[in-house]
Each structure stands twice: as C-alpha cells, then as structure tokens.
C-alpha cells in the first residue's frame, strides 16, 4: 500500500513567520513530489514540484527532498494570511497518476 | 492563462441514475485524469487517460465507472448507476507530459 504521511495540523503561524511543512512517503521508486494548496470548497493548486534530491525555490516557497529518507517539505516564508489553507503532498510512483497526503491545514494569523 | 474547466459545478441526482460529468483539459495537454475527493478526505486517483486509453486506474474505477473523449476538446466521466457512496468533488486534471498535472474546479456529486 503506497502512503503519504502528512501531519494534519492545523498548523498556526504569526504573519511574517515561516511555516515549515511535512510529508514522508512509502514508496522509494517514486520520481515525482508536488505541493499543492486547496482552500476550503476548491480544488488543489500546484504550488511546486521537485524531482531532484535538494531544494528548489520558487518566490517564498522552497520544496525539499531527500529520497534516502523518503521525506519532502515545503517551508513559505514571509507567511501571509492569504497562505491559509490545506497544503497537499502528492507523490507519483508512475508518472499517471498522484498519491495524496491528508493535507496539513495552515493558519497565518495576522 | 489555460486552465481546465469542469460542467456542471454542482450535480444531484437519484441513486441508480447515470451521470456524465465533463471536463476540457487545457489545449496542449496530453494527459487526463479523474480524482475525487469525499468531504473530508483524501483527493483519490481514479483513472488516467493517453493517446485515446486508460493508462491507469484505481481499485475505486470499477465496472460503473468509464472514461471517454468524445471529440478533441472533451474529457468525461460516466457513472452507470450512481450508489450513496459516490457522492464526493469528483477533481479532472490535465498535463503536457506525464507529470505536473493542473486541477479543473471540480464538480461536486450529491446522490440521493
């Protein structure tokens, strides 16, 4: 059974902080890992993909990944209230299709 | 910018009932999949869809479940025979290649 492991939070953070996202998977030939942000009654936005051990930034999100550990992160920095929503790990062991994580809901307070 | 789209929004119907639901993936894409997602829960992968066939599919894509497009632009999902259980925001996503998929708005299912 491939799994996603996500802390389902919620997680709170004051405006301007960083907020530290965590996921580890079970499947170790998986290639692909994406961070996605849905708010509430929407559907999941890309926010960042990853294929490579390390990290990757992109404005105020840096994906990590570390394949030996089986372990990807995402931290926001400069967190805006506008940040608050459910982030989804997703992980591809095929390249057809996403296994998701239950999300971990984050709260910017203000 | 592109964006996949999804009709209708909302959907009721009766248990027992079929249901299309449709989707248009964005112009340049290759790749098609069906999600959903039961209040609450996990965003689940049913099926994917390339070069007019399922790539894959899910042990939730069974017999009452079937993909088509019908023509250059549409990508749907039929349920033969709607149960209580089928009741969920039934997600369609596209991607160029198969990887970085982009979600529609989702059309959420209510069964009666």
């Known amino acids: 059974q491939k799994e996603v492991e996500q802390n389902s939070g919620p997680l709170s953070v004051p405006e301007g902080a960083i907020a530290s996202l965590n996921c580890t998977y079970s499947?170790?030939?998986?290639?692909?890992f994406f961070w996605y942000r849905q708010y509430s009654g929407k559907s999941p936005e890309l926010i960042m993909f990853?294929?490579?051990?390390g990290d990757k930034e992109d404005g105020r999100f840096t994906a990590q990944l570390n394949k030996a550990s089986q372990y990807v992160s995402l931290l926001i920095r400069d967190s805006q209230p506008s940040d608050s929503a459910t982030y989804l790990c997703?992980?591809?062991?095929?390249?057809?299709?996403?296994?998701f994580g239950s999300g971990t809901q984050l709260t910017v307070l203000p | 910018e592109p964006e996949v789209t999804q009709t209708p929004s909302h959907q009721v119907t009766q248990m027992g009932q079929e249901v299309i639901l449709r989707c248009v993936p964005i112009?340049?894409?290759?790749?098609f999949y069906w999600y959903r997602q039961i209040l609450g829960q996990k965003v689940e992968f049913l099926v994917s869809?390339?070069?007019?066939?399922?790539?894959?599919k899910s042990e939730i894509f069974d017999d009452q479940f079937s993909v088509e497009r019908p023509d250059g632009s549409n990508f749907t999902l039929k349920i033969r025979s709607t149960k209580l259980e089928d009741s969920a925001m039934y997600f369609c996503?596209?991607?160029?290649?198969?990887?970085?998929?982009?979600f529609g708005p989702g059309t959420r299912l209510t069964v009666l």
């Open positions: 996503a596209s991607s160029e290649l198969a990887d970085t998929q982009y």
């Open positions: 990853i294929y490579s051990n």
């Open positions: 499947d170790r030939g998986s290639q692909s």
């Open positions: 112009s340049n894409h290759l790749y």
């Open positions: 997703a992980v591809s062991p095929t390249a057809r299709q996403l296994t």
């Open positions: 869809f390339y070069n007019n066939e399922i790539s894959e």
